[in-house]
């Protein structure tokens, strides 16, 4: 007898039916196997974008790459053309040497800003190490513990940068600027704005030898930027600090130490600048508090022209050495051509706000 009949009648359904009846999915209901299904798709799904998008960001790095060699020649071809004294043996040993000194600080500085910090202090980091050789020099110490002690005040810097930014939580944009302001007014009081000469066994050679006639900052720069390229590409660290930069968070919940990372690249980034400050003291036989204005903009324009993202996550050291080369020769095109040093500094804005405009479009065509 049919379940309907029986319910005419009063009488209750066979145990099986009830059974059966309860068995059976709702319409609309979905199973866990169902269920389990739709979670393998969604996530196969975001693993296809995730691989399309990462393939993509290859891609646009790759273009930025290629567009910042071409700008390179163009520049060259420019200036050579410009001057018949550009590409002579004298010149290019000069623009090597000034490129020299900013690349060193730029290497570092792109470590900084790949982990999503900016340094803008270096500058007066240059002029404060300088200065204090002079001074404890006049004061007969030693030119090579000068040095060292130069060497270490800009390392306590660097601490006192990442200390403030990283635990105290002040905007290292804000931080370094305070920094800045604070030792380059320091190099100009102790120095009463003057020129300290400085001499010692040996120590002109940092800045003014040339070994198989190159400059001996060459190898300083050549020699960082080596290390650094290949601690980026193939250890542990250069992921971290990429980790660190492009997702914190994730980066600390994931095991990495991103604080300690970030105090440790404030350090290394101002004991660059230390040691961009006794080179060229070495190379003037000189400390003086000027010395570190013309890496004011130059240094962080260099970083981002070269690829690094300002909000980090991004940046390589190929592109930093080229963007650094092609600062160098305009720099030297323009010593060369006679221009005046304001119009340098047109130049370097402008190229700044060239650099930051790519990262912000870059980053918009990665989504």
Known sequence: MNLSLRRQRGEAPPAGALRLRAASPAPFEITASEEAGFEREDTASALEREQQLARRRRLLA???????????????????LSSPYFLTSGNLITALFGVSILGIMAVLETLVVIAGEIDISIAGVVAFSSVLIGILVADS???????????????????????????????????????????????????GTATLSVGGSGFWELGSGRPLSIPAPVYFFVGIWVVVALVTRFTALGRHVYATGDNYDAAVRSGIRADRLRVGLFV???????????ITTSELYSGSPQVGDPYLL???TAVILGGASLRGGRGTMLGTLVAVLILGVLING??????SSFAADIVLGILLLVA????????????
Do not use: C, E, H, P
Request: proline share 0%.
């Open 62 to 80: 790759r273009l930025q790459g290629y567009a910042l060699v071409v700008v390179l020649g163009i520049v060259v071809v420019i200036m050579w």
């Open 298 to 300: 130059s240094v962080i």
């Open 356 to 367: 930051v405009l790519s990262d912000n479009l870059l980053r918009k065509a990665a989504q």
């Open 334 to 339: 323009f010593a060369l051509l006679q221009f």
């Open 141 to 191: 110490w030693n030119v090579w513990l000068a040095t060292a002690v130069a060497l270490a005040v800009s390392g306590g810097v660097g601490l006192l940068n990442g200390v403030a930014t990283v635990y105290l939580k002040i905007n290292s944009l804000v931080t370094t600027l305070a920094t800045y302001s604070i030792f380059t007014g320091m190099a100009y009081t102790i120095s």
């Open 268 to 278: 290394t980034v101002a004991l660059s600048a230390g040691v961009a400050g006794v």
